[in-house]
């Protein structure tokens, strides 16, 4: 009985412990495994006919980001589906079906940061499909909903379905692209992205076109809201599967510069095996620098040897050969997936996408409002202004990537953002009060441009950080910062219009007052974190000394660490000198035995080298070679 019992409670444990293995298990393996028949036809695009390039990958990229980004254009659908569902009111706003897309952002990010180790494991082909297929069924489900006139339905069709496969569908373009254009990263993501502000350019004028431009008001359509849903389903659906044929994941071993889908910025490249002519040995020995800027130790060989017919050979024809270990840096400071997600450095590019997206989602939502109410425009100027909005937030995701490329940074693009929005968030009460249209609009046009290039360069940081090979998961997470923007954000946003509408009902220039002045509190938290990122792959893997609390990179570059709360300052030189101790302490200690080689490069006799591997360090670090050169 009492065994019984035990097995039991046992059972019952390992029931408890599943959710837990599951959940590490999800983000702990990452890794996308395909068989030699599957590698060989993804070497062509028709088989045998068209040979794959990795330069098709960034139409599809685009156009399924265009596909996504129809979700921005949900405005369109509220009055008329307010209109079929509750009756006509002349156009009112009732602000119900506004929540759909509340929902809809929330599960498309949830989805996102779920199913982004999935995706890793799968590749883009399955996930595309996957996606696809959801939001097809959503939308057709949505149409339902319109039909029977239904709105819990429509809140399942679009909302949740359509939403989680708008979330898997948006990452699996932007996976691939990392990974097959390591080394221009930022226009990689910028492409990927890009595409979906260019779907809430066009999306709002086919919904028009399709449903009929007062159907709100008279009751005059087209073809309908259902069959709306229907067609824009199918087409997005069609365009989606097709793209989906085509993405797909570079090879095993595929690098590109010496960058492959594990690299982290700053290990790009390998130790090379150095190889010495005796004369210059000593003056090569003394400039020589590694790809990762440290020294590697001088090995001592023995400069005699024989010749082919037992005699000794000093006349300056032999070669000294400096056999060095080929050590793969870039393989010790990978990180898997969890390690990634854990880190300090990870949670606190969160913080910053957080506040870095925060005013452009809220001032996007509301600019139309704006124009019209508080600075007396037209309904047309508010849409010309929202046009080139929507424009500038498209161009950001473009422009801001390819910058960052240029220079080679992601982070000082980030913190010109970040203080750029605070500004112009300082500007805005003002500009309002003034009547200033110009004013306003120059201060939303910079807050647009910002959040664009947000989105364009978040991919690009996120693989320099934790390599490319972890993008899609940790690309899917970070969304999870937008999505509480905008429902989070939203209804604050909201509530506090609202109250500030009862306090000055007759002032409407005072109702964004409070707004702007309480979203500027994410945004400079979001600013100092941003400054204290360590970004340099000396600042995250230097080994802190003792009393170390806090390190970071002073304007000239020179690393500061703050040592119970007192700053220390490192020049270069001591810099490099850590850096090339603490490298030192990575590589295994080789022995090795020089080989003399006659004018001709060939062999006087045969050489050997062994290599020690060190206690704990990967086999992957230890790469050790003989070669002969003349």
Known sequence: MSSARAKFQAEKCNVLLWPKKAFVYHYTHTKFERSEQQLERERWLVPRLIPFNRYMLMPCAVLVQACCGSLYAWSGFNLPIEAQLFGRNGGVDRAIVVNVF??????????????????????PLKGLLLGSGLFFFGNLLTALGVYVKQLAIVYIGYGVFGAMGLGISYISPVSPLQKWFP???GVAAGLAVCGFGAGSVFSPFTQKALIGPNFHKTGEAHVGIELTFVILGSCYFLIMTLCALILRMPPPGYTVRGINIETVKGAERKVDLQRTPQKTWLRRALHRKTNLEASTPPIAFSTSGRTNDGQNKEDGSSVLVR?????????HFSMILMEALTSVQYWMIYVMFMGAEITGLLIISKIQSIVQNQLGRSADDAAVVNSILGGLNLSGRLVLPLISDLIKSRK?????????????LGCLPSALDARSYAGVLACAFIIGFFYGGGFGMIPAFLADQFGAKNVGATHGVILTAWAIDAVAGGLIFSAVYN???KLYPDDSMRWYDLNFRWILAPVLLSFLVCLFIPTH??????PKIAGEVLRFRFLDGRLVRLVRWRPVWLSKEEEKVEWAAYLQSLAPQPTATSTMVDGKGDPLFDSHQVVSQSPGLPSALTKGKTQSVD
């Open 102 to 123: 509340y929902v809809a952002v929330a599960i498309f990010a949830i989805s996102a940061a779920l199913l982004g180790p999935w995706l890793e494991r799968n590749g």
């Open 183 to 185: 080394e221009i990263r």
């Open 323 to 331: 056999v060095v270990p080929q050590i793969d840096y870039s393989a």
């Open 412 to 424: 000082p693009l980030f913190v010109l953002s970040l203080a750029c929005q605070a500004v112009c």
């Open 499 to 501: 109250k500030q509408k």
């Open 537 to 542: 792959l000396r600042d995250r893997k230097l």
